[in-house]
């Protein structure tokens, strides 16, 4: 009573006999705490032509490791005009951990489609995607030849979409 009348706190009676087990345990999950290591929970591919055949190829991996709080890939891919004069990037979220899989348009979570003629006399396009330990996802389209950005898109936790596609013209 004399420490709750002097402090204002209720002192709280601790066991000695269970302290050696309690900082065994504390310093346990300090050590543990060090040691992990979080990954991508899931993977992001865009959609290819391989030999002929249309199939999405992981650019980010599920269970790839972040490293300072991200995971940043940078690619460059050959595109393809669709003849209509605009340039479509469909971008799939999975738990595929293989290098390419048959499309699933279930999977798909955005396709990012802009002007060929904006993009300039393209023939190579550079992907920045940024998946962050937080959950969010951008994907910034680059011409390759002179590093023109043609378009981006940010995601949130679980591939909800935080911003509108922006085409840079």
């Not at 601790?14 to 065994?24: D, M, N, T």
């Not at 910034?140 to 936790?157: D, T």
């Amino acid at each position: 009573e004399k420490v709750y009348d002097k402090y204002g706190i209720k002192p709280e009676i601790f066991e000695p006999e269970l302290a050696i087990a309690k900082g065994a345990a504390l310093y346990t999950l300090m050590e543990l705490n060090d040691n992990l290591k979080q990954v991508a929970s899931k993977s992001y591919a865009l959609r290819v032509i391989v030999e002929g055949e249309e199939i999405c190829q992981n650019i980010i991996v599920k269970n790839w490791q972040f490293y300072e709080g991200q995971i940043k890939v940078i690619k460059e891919f050959g595109i393809v005009d669709n003849g209509l004069g605009r340039i479509n990037l469909s971008f799939y979220e999975s738990d595929h951990t293989e290098y390419f899989y048959p499309v699933d348009e279930s999977l798909k979570i955005v396709t990012i489609s802009f002007d060929s003629l904006n993009a300039g006399l393209l023939t190579v396009i550079q992907l920045e995607i940024t998946l962050t330990v937080d959950g969010n996802l951008n994907i910034c389209c680059k011409n390759y030849n002179n590093g023109k950005q043609l378009a981006e898109v940010n995601f949130g936790v679980n591939s909800k979409l935080i911003s509108d596609i922006t085409n840079i013209k």
